[in-house]
């Protein structure tokens, strides 16, 4: 990533019914080209389950009180793995929370929860205690959980893995070094290591930066001269090379709206700066999710890396988006279709749209017009994927809630695009 000649530019994306509430201490993640997003806190804890369409700007509540469906959740976390989402912790704490297994799995084909123990005639081993504010990322077919707080003991170092494919939770064994006992921090993957920034340790906000090396087994300490201040509720992404922090505050009460991009390859840090005239909000207990391939790499331990099916008819079409906001998928060349007084009728929506969003610039170009206007039919638009449609969206860093609270009927939505 040359971040020499990086600048940012935000957007806030008007919301509209139905929509979830504002809210801070959620979880959210992005698979198979929906963006999914549970729980968290408004004015109390809340349950509920939303979808949501980003090329469409629109949500759709999954149904969330069967047996099998997580209860009120903060602090929780939500990976996806091969169709399947894997939340993990939140729970209010309670002599029941402290005897049951803080792990639910959503099924995003069938769109409902299942019980993840079926075929299981015991869970083997022990098992991680319900926590909060902790970390979950995955590796190949595991996912690994580090730190958290649990109860009334308070941050914990404990470095948990959970095998998808047997359902097995292992602790890894104590190693020397390491980031020690912290919640409220983040961490990202990239290539075979787990990058760890900042949080809480015990009441002292941190800013240290910790690798672990999946092959080796082993902490190491990153020592920077420069970067972001003490951090807590902020949230890390993976960019190409690099890794993004945003927002987070060196307390509670004090938001920031700073962007910063470590560097993976020259470990250094910078600040990313905005474009002039673009404002960014300041966020904490957010989530941030990075879309398009730039964020969406195809690394070995990436779960996008898998073959998408009917990917071969996506060339040889031309195919409607529902917002026509796409890059043109012509392997010679980029086509810019201009919105002509006569062709409004083909796009009536997104001219609202766009006027209420007051979008100037979004680095997308608009789909030929014709192919929007053609009759598809279910079956048509069944053929491609869902992952299809995300691997060919524009790079963008889409940040949901977080305090403080705007006190609008639905959720905040920021838009972010590098120049």
């Not at 959980?145 to 308070?154: A, C, S």
């Amino acid at each position: 990533m040359n971040q020499g000649s990086i600048a940012c530019l935000w957007t806030a994306l008007p919301q509209h019914c139905p929509a979830p509430c504002d809210r801070y201490k959620h979880a959210s993640c992005a698979h198979r080209g929906h963006v999914y997003l549970l729980g968290g806190r408004e004015k109390c804890s809340q349950r509920d389950f939303w979808k949501y369409n980003v090329a469409c700007n629109k949500w759709a509540e999954i149904p969330c009180n069967c047996e099998e469906a997580p209860e009120e959740l903060e602090e929780h976390t939500m990976v996806g793995h091969q169709g399947f989402l894997y939340v993990f912790g939140g729970m209010q704490d309670s002599a029941y929370s402290n005897s049951k297994i803080p792990l639910w799995v959503f099924d995003t084909v069938s769109e409902c929860w299942i019980n993840w123990k079926t075929g299981i005639e015991t869970v083997q081993g022990t098992t991680p205690a319900n926590r909060k504010g902790h970390s979950a990322v995955t590796f190949g077919s595991f996912m690994y959980v580090y730190g958290g707080y649990v109860d009334i003991r308070g941050s914990t170092k404990e470095f948990w893995k959970f095998n998808f494919d047997s359902k097995v939770w292992s602790q890894l064994s104590s190693v020397h070094g390491g980031p020690g006992p912290r919640h409220g921090h983040s961490a990202i993957t990239h290539q075979d290591c787990m990058y760890i920034y900042g949080g809480l340790q015990g009441l002292r906000e941190q800013k240290d930066l910790w690798k672990w090396s999946s092959t080796s087994q082993t902490w190491s300490f990153i020592k920077c001269y420069s970067g972001p201040s003490r951090l807590v509720g902020h949230t890390a992404v993976l960019f190409k090379e690099s890794m993004l922090v945003y927002g987070g505050g060196e307390t509670q009460s004090s938001p920031q709206n700073s962007l910063w991009s470590f560097n993976l390859t020259t470990m250094t840090w910078k600040k990313l700066p905005l474009l002039t005239g673009s404002t960014s909000p300041c966020r904490i207990h957010h989530c941030s999710i990075g879309l398009g391939p730039g964020f969406q790499p195809t690394a070995p331990h990436s779960v996008h890396s898998r073959e998408i099916p009917n990917s071969h008819n996506i060339n040889n079409k031309r195919r409607p988006f529902k917002n026509k906001c796409l890059p043109t998928l012509q392997e010679n060349g980029i086509e810019l279709q201009t919105l002509q007084t006569e062709n409004r009728k083909c796009l009536p929506d997104f001219s609202i749209a766009l006027k209420e969003a007051k979008i100037k610039c979004s680095c997308l170009t608009f789909e030929n017009q014709e192919a929007v206007c053609e009759k598809w039919n279910s079956g048509q638009l069944a053929e491609e994927t869902e992952d299809a449609m995300l691997l060919h969206m524009p790079d963008l860093l889409l940040v949901l809630g977080g305090k403080p609270l705007q006190g609008q009927h639905g959720i905040s939505v920021w838009h972010m695009t590098m120049a």
